[in-house]
């Protein structure tokens, strides 16, 4: 079990490699759908997109990454 997460590990840092997490996820597509309660463009919520200008590099990557998965739940 061990070394799947040791390899998962791996995986997951070699994707975030070269990834700028400090640019905004907005594509200025700003509506708040009412069923999810996330914005349809960027995928984040309220709360999220309010702390954005103020959340350390290390928010800003769980951030992305509650994004991506979200974009690709199905």
């Known amino acids: 079990m061990k070394n799947l997460q040791t390899k998962s590990a791996i ?3 070699a994707a975030d490699a070269g ?3 400090s640019a905004s996820p907005c594509i200025n ?3 708040m759908n009412p069923h999810t309660a996330l914005c349809d463009g960027c995928q984040r919520s309220l709360d999220e997109i309010a702390a954005w200008g103020g959340a350390s590099e290390a928010q ?3 951030i992305w ?3 991506r998965q979200r974009r690709a739940a199905p």
């Open 11 to 13: 995986v997951s840092a």
């Open 19 to 21: 990834v700028d997490y």
């Open 29 to 31: 597509v700003c509506v």
């Open 60 to 62: 800003k990557r769980a």
């Open 65 to 67: 990454q509650l994004i």
